[in-house]
């Protein structure tokens, strides 16, 4: 049973960029859910997709947007990067509503200059 | 809007002791499932303990174990036996339990305990 992968590990962009953030899910799983967690602060839901139709948002500007692919590998888009957009984003996937826990990757640590 | 909220920024144990961390929440959901998270340096959260609201039996895995109080809306964390590799940020995460329909598990987090343990 493969984890949850998540690519690339650290980004350094600059402010005004654009930057994809891909997302492997687990094995089985076909919800995935994105979260943004600012150093020393708990995850911050983005959204979440299931079955590649997002069905739920958190409190994210639509210039923060992402696809899931039909192998239930997803993707995190950012567009116009602003210097708060500095954070781990992990990416969790799990069994239809999760509530059985989601199993996290390691996260991408973006920071933007 | 349900919030989590755990009022101990870091806790400290010796090793084989005990040590609990806390936990409360605020939901008008009646049915949902609470969750303890934990969070090494290599960044990746992983699941300690699961907790259904409508089970009053308190879970437990291993060496940790909860304390649900559902009517205080308490969910605090146990650890027994300390080990020098449960050294970690702790988050407690809730979601809501879902009535069928459209899936929507988000986790909402509280803001983290780390936890040292001393040898």
């Known amino acids: 049973e493969t984890g949850v992968t998540q690519s690339p590990t650290h980004l350094i962009k600059t402010r005004g960029q654009q930057v994809t953030l891909r997302c492997s899910s687990q094995?089985?799983?076909?919800?995935v859910s994105w979260y943004q967690q600012a150093l020393g602060q708990g995850p911050q839901f983005i959204f979440q997709?299931?079955?590649?139709?997002?069905?739920g948002r958190g409190n994210f500007p639509p210039r923060f947007s992402g696809l899931q692919f039909p192998n239930y590998s997803s993707e995190l888009n950012v567009n116009a990067l602003e210097l708060d957009d500095s954070a781990l984003y992990l990416c969790a996937s799990g069994e239809g509503t999760g509530n059985y826990g989601y199993t996290f990757g390691s996260g991408t640590r973006l920071t933007v200059v | 809007a349900q919030t989590v909220t755990q009022s101990q920024p870091e806790m400290s144990v010796q090793e084989a002791e005990t040590v609990t961390l806390s936990c409360t929440y605020d939901t008008s959901e009646s049915d949902y499932y609470l969750f303890w998270y934990k969070q090494p340096p290599s960044r990746q959260m992983i699941l300690v303990i699961r907790?259904?609201?409508?089970?009053?039996q308190n879970a437990t895995e291993n060496r940790f174990s909860v304390n649900f109080q559902k009517a205080a809306k308490s969910f605090s964390l146990k650890i027994s036996d300390s080990q020098l590799g449960d050294a970690a940020m702790y988050f407690c995460a809730y979601t809501r339990a879902n009535a069928g329909g459209t899936s929507y598990g988000k986790l909402t987090f509280g803001q983290g305990t780390i936890l040292t343990v001393h040898p």
């Open positions: 094995s089985g799983h076909n919800t």
């Open positions: 907790q259904e609201a409508y089970k009053q």
């Open positions: 997709y299931y079955r590649e139709e997002e069905n």
